[in-house]
Structure formats: C-alpha cells, structure tokens
C-alpha cells in the first residue's frame, strides 16, 4: 500500500505570513504514461468535511483562493499558503488516489501564531 | 448542485451492527462510485471501502475486509455501509464521498463532494 507522510505535524504562522506543509509518498503518484500526480490535498475545519483544494497535485479547484498552490511531482509535494488569513485555520491532508486503497497523510494542523 | 446527504447520530452497543445511508443528488448517481471514509476523535482520515453505484463492484479495506458491507439502491440515489461487531474503537465519525471513475478495475479519482458526516458513538 502506498504510505503518505506530512511534515511538519502542526505550524503556527503569523497573519499574513506563508504557510508550507510537505507530503511525501511511498512509491511514487507520478503516471509516467500520462505525467499525471495522483495526489489530492483537502482542507478540513473543525465540526466540516473535508473540501478538495487540488488534484493532480497543483489544479486548483473552482472557488479556491490563489494564495494557496500546489506544487511537486513524483514523491515530494507542498502545499503553500503564501499569505495566511484567519480562514485558513484547518488541518490539511494529502491523498493519494494513484490505486486502490487510496491513502492520506496524517494531516498538517495549521493555526495562527 | 452536487451534494451528498447522510443519515443521522448513531448510538450503539458493543457487539452489535450500525447500517448508514448517503443520498446523492444533482449528477448522475450510478456513473460514480461511492466510497467510505471514518476519522476518530481528533485522528486523521481512514479508508474503509468503495462501491461501484453503476455495476455494485465492491473494494474494501483490508482492516474492515469481513466486517462492512457498502451496498447501494440505486431507484433511491442511495448508498448504505454497515459495520457489524462494533467496539468502542469504532467510535467514529463516518462520511461518504462520491469520485469519478476512471478504470476498469474501478480507480477512482479524488473525492469530491463529501457528505457531512456520521457519527456513530459505540458505548456500553
């Protein structure tokens, strides 16, 4: 099975400060007949759903402010806040959906400083 | 609008079995699978199984494998999991998420949308 590791477990930033979680998988989610990254990052609020922010690692999904990116390819991917708004106040996980069973990461809390 | 609709609160006792329902609605309903996932009080996000809603294939967890069933009626727009032989590990909250299907050995793409969730509290 594929293994999802995030780092760091939690961060504190400041408002208006950037925001970096790392996911990194076990084996690659890289297609290489497609060039495609099986990978998702969802964003989950307390007492809510997890909501998609990205899939294929770095499209932003329709609604999704573009202080947040997606970046990474193969086995090493991040998820940036480039200015964190009090909104942004969530835990964000990683998925793989390259096979069967999909796997996420542990999850990234994010909070403000 | 593309929604997902869960059933309520459960309470149940050790031993015994807890059956949750998903109503989908605003796409079609059998071109999509639907899957089950659980989080634990203040854990992460667990997969538990998947069904195919158009041909009813089923994939579950190895951890679950004997112990859930994910069925679906499809004249209802409706997904069912039940989990048999409950213990207070699985208290829970239970969600369903619809992905698109993108093989034939049913792979599914990311999730989206989620169904608001169900907790399920096994308490003696």
């Known amino acids: 099975d594929f293994v999802m590791t995030q780092s760091p477990d939690s961060l504190a930033v400041s408002l208006g400060e950037r925001a970096t979680i790392n996911c990194k998988s076990s084996?690659?989610?890289?297609?290489?007949?497609?060039?495609?990254?099986?990978l998702a990052w969802y964003q989950q609020k307390p007492g809510q759903p997890p909501k998609v922010l990205f899939y294929?690692?770095?499209t932003r999904e329709s609604g999704v402010p573009d202080r947040f990116s997606g970046s990474g390819s193969g086995t090493d991917f991040t998820l940036t806040i480039s200015s964190l708004q009090a909104e942004d106040v969530a835990v964000y996980y990683c998925?793989?959906?390259?096979?069967?069973?999909?796997?996420f990461g542990q999850g990234t809390k994010v909070e403000i400083k | 609008q593309v929604q997902v609709e869960q059933s309520g609160a459960e309470v149940k006792k050790p031993g015994a079995s807890v059956k949750l329902s998903c109503k989908a609605s605003g796409y079609s309903f059998t071109t999509y699978a639907m899957d089950w996932v659980r989080q634990a009080p203040g854990q992460g996000l667990e997969w538990m199984g998947r069904i195919n809603v158009g041909n009813a294939n089923t994939k579950y967890s190895q951890k679950f494998q004997g112990r859930v069933t994910i069925t679906r009626d499809t004249s209802a727009s409706t997904a069912y999991m039940e989990l048999s032989s409950l213990t207070s590990e699985d208290t829970a909250v239970y969600y369903c998420?619809?992905?698109?299907?993108?093989?034939?050995?049913?792979?599914?793409?990311?999730?989206?949308?989620w169904g608001q969730g169900t907790l399920v509290t096994v308490s003696s």
């Open positions: 998925q793989q959906y390259f096979t069967t069973p999909p796997s």
């Open positions: 998420a619809t992905s698109r299907i993108r093989d034939h050995v049913d792979n599914v793409d990311w999730f989206d949308p």
């Open positions: 084996p690659s989610v890289l297609y290489t007949p497609d060039n495609k990254n099986y």
């Open positions: 294929w690692a770095s």
